[in-house]
């Protein structure tokens, strides 16, 4: 069975830091393509960043400047920074792995508070 599992999820203030990270139990880990997620209460989950498995890198528009997602293959682990949190980046973090199927982690909250 595989898993996905998130961590580094908490309370920040406005301007804070936080660094989660993605362990995948995925036997050809650096072949997929990793992305996270985030969903707010109330509101449709949106890509945040994706990085390929040649690490080709893409920022959702909310984050670009402030966030960087990276991947250790070696690890099977993929990273994301997150740099000058606000407010409307609180919500629940998912980590997803694409290659023929996609896998979903069970996600870490994150709130920024103001």
């Known amino acids: 069975q595989v898993q996905l599992v998130e961590s580094g999820g908490g309370l920040v203030q406005a301007g804070g830091s936080l660094r989660l990270s993605c362990v995948s139990s995925?036997?050809?880990?650096?072949?997929?393509?990793m992305a996270w997620y985030r969903q707010a209460p109330g509101t449709q989950r949106e890509l945040v960043a994706v990085?390929?498995?040649?690490?080709?890198?893409s920022y959702g528009d909310p984050v670009k400047g402030r966030f960087t997602i990276s991947r250790d293959n070696a690890k099977n682990t993929v990273y994301l920074q997150m740099n000058s949190l606000k407010p409307e980046d609180t919500g629940v973090y998912y980590c997803n792995a694409i290659l023929a199927q996609s896998y979903w982690g069970q996600g870490t909250q994150v709130t920024v508070s103001s």
């Open positions: 995925l036997s050809q880990f650096s072949a997929y393509v």
């Open positions: 990085i390929g498995s040649g690490g080709s890198i």
